[in-house]
Nanobody, 127 residues
Framework: QVQLVESGGGLVQAGGSLRLSCAAS????????MGWFRRAPEKAREFVGA????????YYTNSVKGRFTISRDNAKNTVYLQMNSLKPEDTAVYYC????????????????????WGRGTQVTVSS
């Protein structure tokens, strides 16, 4: 059983930055593709970005492109979401997700493609 634990959420003013972390245990991390999702109040969960197991491939939803960056440190079994130029509409609970993969250069964008989920961390951006 893989455990994913997010950290780094908090309250920030618009235009500010936060870095979320997601620590994983119980897997060979380089064979584990990761994604970030978020759920805003009264809205459905949405894809934010994803990274391949090797870290060589990333993909982002349009609304965060150029502002958010996903990276990973396989030696530390940790994936990061650096969020810059935050906007009030980025306010949400952010979840990391993971799945085992044979293809270390692939990423996944659908929540149904992920097997493991963290409990989430709240990000609140004030205007």
């Amino acid at each position: 059983q893989v455990q994913l634990v997010e950290s780094g959420g908090g309250l920030v003013q618009a235009g500010g930055s936060l870095r979320l972390s997601c620590a994983a245990s119980g897997r060979t991390f380089s064979n584990y593709a990761m994604g970030w999702f978020r759920r805003a109040p009264e809205k459905a969960r949405e894809f934010v970005g994803a990274i391949s197991g090797s870290g060589s491939s990333t993909y982002y939803t349009n609304s965060v492109k150029g502002r958010f960056t996903i990276s990973r440190d396989n030696a530390k079994n940790t994936v990061y979401l650096q969020m810059n130029s935050l906007k009030p509409e980025d306010t949400a609970v952010y979840y990391c997700a993971g799945r085992q993969t044979t293809y270390r250069t692939l990423f996944y964008v659908a929540d149904t493609q992920y097997d493991d989920w963290g409990r989430g961390t709240q990000v609140t951006v004030s205007s």
